[in-house]
Structures are given as C-alpha cells and as structure tokens.
C-alpha cells in the first residue's frame, strides 16, 4: 500500500465508489492492461501491477479504511520503501502488518472473476490453454503429414515456486507473475485433409502451474500455405492447364500433376477453354474416412503472344473456315 499513489484514478472510479463499482472498475481494467493482451507491452505489464494494487486495497474494506486515512494525512511522514508493489510500507509508529500486500498471484485474482463471469460452472482450473499458430505447406495439409511446433510455454516460476515473490521483493526472475516460459517443441500428426484454420488441441502441453497440479492444453491452428499451382476448394482441387490451339480443336492426351503423383488425361476435342475435366478421387480426404474430394482440370486455350509470319499466314487462311457467328445469341 502506498498512499503517495492514487488508487482510485488508477481504477478510474471516484473516491466514494462502491464495492460493487470498484469490482468492476477492476474487471474492465485489469482485462485491458493484461500482459495477455499486451504482449512485450512494458508500460502495460506496469499499468497491470499498478491496477492489481489498487484493487488490492480498494476492495478489502479494511485496507481501503486504512489507505483512505493516510491519504486524509493521519499518516506521520515515516519512510516508504519504495520497492517492487509498493508491498513495505513502513509508516512512523503505525502497525505495518496489515498493510502488506502478501502473496498474491495476479492470475489468481484474474482467474476468479473470470470464472465467476461464467454461470456458476467452474472449470478445473489448470491455467490457460496456449494457442500457437503454424503455417503449414499445402501438400501437407491435403496428406498428411508430423510437425514440429515450437512454441513458448508459460510454466510455474522456479525461482519462486509461483509466489512472484523473494522475501520482501518481487521475485527477480519472473518479475512479480510467478510465471516464466521455456521454448518447447512438440510433434504434432497433421491429419489428411485439414482445413484452414484446423485446430489440433496436445492435452497438457498448454501452461502448467506447479501449484494447480497440472497443465493446460496447447492449442495449435494450422495455416495452410497456397501452392504454386494446386488451389484448394473445400474437398476439391483446381489445377489450370495451357493446352494448344490444336489440341483443344483435336483434343489430346496429355499429363498432368496430381497430389498423388502425374496422371495421363484425355482432352476432348472441341474443348474450349474454361472446360473443367473430372479426375474423381483425386481430391483431399475427408478427415477419418476413405472419402476424398476430386480434382478438376480447368483448361485454358493458349495462344502465341507473338506469332510469327508464317504463322498468321495459316491463322488467316484458318478465319475463312471459322464460323462467323459465334456471338450471335446476344442479337
Ligand atoms: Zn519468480
């Protein structure tokens, strides 16, 4: 407890506020300033601090009787320590005990009026699920495939066991959170088929707090990389293929890749461009069934771009046996 500090303004509530309005001053403020939220924000991992102390205090009738008296001036002048949290307080000839702020575990404190936002049900609290996101290489989505993930896991603080806290002083290690992380790695199966934005939940991988005895769970979403020529539609896959002026008028077998490896296909003649060939079976499973989606060949009737003399000769000699009424139905 400090009173050289202004717990109210901190809250943004006035003076005379209610149990009831701190509470939720605190709610809106402490949701705000969560280093969660703010990740790597340092002004706002302090403002988190400033904002758990002030609650600290104000909601505690006792705290909040004596906090105000010192404010009014019954407060002699002795010295502050000032150090972390402004937890020793040290007031000329005044009893310190109650004034210390203890033990308290932010996420404590956030987790309980989380949980009590809730209708009454109350989770096994193991800390919070991570969610880490991967990118993950298009054939590999559409087959199957092991992935490492790395990924920053939020354990228990060794140094202090989680109290955020070295005697009279804020933990040095964890700076107060009595959270650390360490890099991790864990293999994840990606199953054939997944879509973006998949989730794949790894039980136990997610933040572990020694003092709740267990971890949550890791949560990792899959971002599915785009392909140099496959595109994906649902269960389908598209793949665009150049064929000649000849073939698309005699049509012509021709390969083409698949996910499973090239395959033979057969143009037919007269095939213009924008036709779509069916190669059933060829598509992306469906998760945990034999079924899978097909891939079309979408044809595109390529033209030279700069042809030569010769060449234009023939394509006049070709206009003379073109119909000329290929626009007609807009007449
Ligand atoms: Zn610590």
């Known amino acids: 407890m400090d009173p050289k500090k202004n717990y109210y303004e901190i809250l943004g509530v006035p ?86 702020s203890g033990t308290f575990d932010f996420e404590d404190i956030l987790g309980q009026f989380l949980r009590n936002e809730g209708t009454g049900f109350t989770p096994p609290d193991r800390g919070e699920d991570v969610r880490v996101e991967v990118s993950v290489d298009f054939l590999d989505m559409v087959r199957g495939g092991v992935r490492e993930v790395r990924y920053r896991r939020p354990k228990t603080c060794p140094e202090c066991g989680g109290t955020g806290r070295a005697g009279r002083r804020g933990c040095p290690v964890c700076f107060g959170h009595g959270v650390t992380e360490t890099e991790e790695r864990v293999k994840i199966k990606i199953p054939a088929g997944a879509r973006d934005g998949a989730t794949i939940r790894v039980p136990s991988k997610g933040e572990e707090r020694a003092s709740r005895g267990g971890a949550s769970d890791l949560i990792v979403v899959l971002h599915m990389l785009s392909h140099p020529y496959f595109r994906r539609e649902g269960n389908d896959i598209l793949l665009d293929v150049p064929i000649r002026y000849s073939e698309a008028v005699k049509g012509a077998k021709i390969q083409v890749p698949t996910v499973d490896g090239p395959v033979m296909v057969t143009v037919p003649p007269g095939s213009s461009s924008g036709r779509k060939l069916r190669l059933k079976g060829k598509g992306v499973p469906t998760p945990g069934t034999v079924e899978r989606g097909d891939q079309f060949v979408v044809l595109h009737v390529a033209v030279p771009k700069s042809p030569s003399e010769e060449f234009l000769k023939l394509v006049d000699r070709l206009a003379q046996y073109e119909e000329s009424d290929l626009r007609g139905h807009w007449d």
Do not use: Q
């Open 15 to 100: 003076e005379g506020a209610t149990a009831e309005e701190i509470r939720k001053a605190f709610r809106r403020m402490a949701k705000k300033h969560h280093p969660d939220v703010n990740a790597g924000d340092k002004s706002a991992e302090a403002r988190f601090k400033e904002v758990n102390e002030a609650n600290e205090v104000l909601s505690d009738k006792k705290k909040r009787e004596e906090y105000d008296a010192l404010r009014k001036g019954a407060f002699t002048g002795g010295p502050f320590d000032g150090g972390w949290g402004g937890e020793a307080f040290r007031g000329g000839g005044r009893p310190t005990g109650g004034f210390r």
